[in-house]
């Protein structure tokens, strides 16, 4: 199994706290819960980067729990996670943001 650095760009960290307020705005408490399942989601990567399909150029995981997809790309032994984007919101926008910020 390899065991890659994963680092997360700036917007994806953005993304992260933009999830955590919208579940705070449901119900307090549910948005650290959001942010710790998608950490550990995205730490799951450190052994299996890679084997996930590819969509807009760009690995994509789904979350477990969340609606959401994590995106991300690889350089030698670093991945790279790009976007974390709610997948309940326009296709379009979809598409646009992980290609906007490769």
């Known amino acids: ?7 997360l760009l700036d917007e994806a960290v953005a993304d992260l706290e ?6 705070d705005a449901k ?3 549910i948005g ?5 399942s998608l950490l550990s989601d995205i730490t799951s990567l450190n052994l299996y980067a ?4 590819i969509h807009f150029d760009l690995h994509r995981m789904l979350s477990k729990r969340f609606p959401f997809a994590v995106y991300y790309d690889l350089v ?3 991945t790279r ?5 709610d997948m309940r919101q326009n296709p379009k926008s979809i598409r646009k ?4 910020r490769n």
Do not use: Q
């Open 81 to 85: 996670v790009v976007a974390v984007l």
């Open 76 to 78: 030698t032994d670093l």
């Open 32 to 36: 650290a819960y959001f942010v710790t």
């Open 97 to 100: 943001a992980p290609k906007a």
């Open 18 to 23: 933009v999830g955590r307020n919208f579940y």
């Open 27 to 29: 119900e307090e408490g």
């Open 50 to 53: 890679g084997i996930h399909p």
């Open 1 to 7: 199994m390899k065991n890659n650095k994963v680092i």
